[in-house]
């Protein structure tokens, strides 16, 4: 479904300094497919999806959406992004719908499933309130809960749990796989926890520092549904070896 092939991104400072973000970049993402994205910070996974979300333009390569050249954001893709991005004077349930009333997709019962979208992230009762009124980690729920009411077929996750409590992570991510299996959109995911990045995805993108280029990527093969259960695993613990040691070096793996 998305084609990444070969691509480049240079950004320009304000004092004309080039800073190469990421360099020759090739990954293709399957209809329905979990991929997740780790990296040190700085090595351009922010950058990599607004490039797939038509927010920003390629440097050099190309990517491409069935077949056709991404240049501008797509009704078919929502994003979750790294700062929850809500709208300061709108209440919760008018963030969430927000999106499907800016493009004429409401339908009668469009409320109803972002009521009952907000429930399942432990956000009932919340629907009136504003933004300033709830936490960070309540924020970047009604984010998320905002970009799975587009029921978009490929879903963009920039350290979407970055802001919640471990508990509350550990939640929403079995609730995103319940929601992935049931619609099946292919995902993006960018986080920082490997054990998250292996519990979540069918295949996991390792990038190096800046630039950022793909130095491995990890098929994870334990069984769906997954759950926190299965840390314990040969396979979830080869998975994490197998990051880790291109993160911080093959002697920290085996310390580890
Ligand atoms: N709009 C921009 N203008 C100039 N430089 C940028 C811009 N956006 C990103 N960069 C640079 O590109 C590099 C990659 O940034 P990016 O935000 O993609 O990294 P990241 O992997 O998401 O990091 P983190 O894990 O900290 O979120 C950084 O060096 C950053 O300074
Ligand atoms: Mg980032």
Known sequence: MI?????GKTFRGRDGAEVE????????????????????????????????????????????????????????????FQAATLLPWAD??????????????MERDTEDKARALLATA????????????????????VAICRALLQEPRLLLMDEPFGALDALTREEMS?????????????????????PEAVLL?????VMSPR??????VVEVALPRPRSFDQEGSDEFQRCAR??????FGERAARAA
């Open 122 to 141: 432990g956000l009932a009762g919340f629907e009136g309130r504003l933004p300033r009124e709830l936490s960070g980690g309540m924020q970047q729920r």
């Open 242 to 247: 197998r990051i880790r040691a291109h993160i």
């Open 211 to 216: 630039p950022g280029r793909i130095v491995d």
């Open 201 to 205: 995805a069918d295949r996991v993108v």
């Open 21 to 80: 973000a990421l360099r020759d970049v090739s990954l293709n993402v399957a209809e329905g497919e979990f991929v997740a994205i780790v990296g040190a910070s700085g090595c351009g996974k922010s950058t990599l999806l607004r490039l797939v979300a038509g927010l920003v333009g390629v440097s050099a390569g190309g990517v491409s959406l069935d077949g056709q050249a991404v240049t501008a954001p797509r009704a078919e893709t929502a994003m979750v």
């Open 92 to 105: 919760v349930l008018r963030n969430v719908t927000f999106p499907l009333r800016l493009m004429g997709r």
């Open 174 to 194: 079995i609730e995103l796989l319940r929601l992935w299996a049931a619609r099946r959109m292919g995902v993006l995911f960018v986080t920082h926890s490997i």
């Open 3 to 7: 084609r990444l092939d070969g691509v």
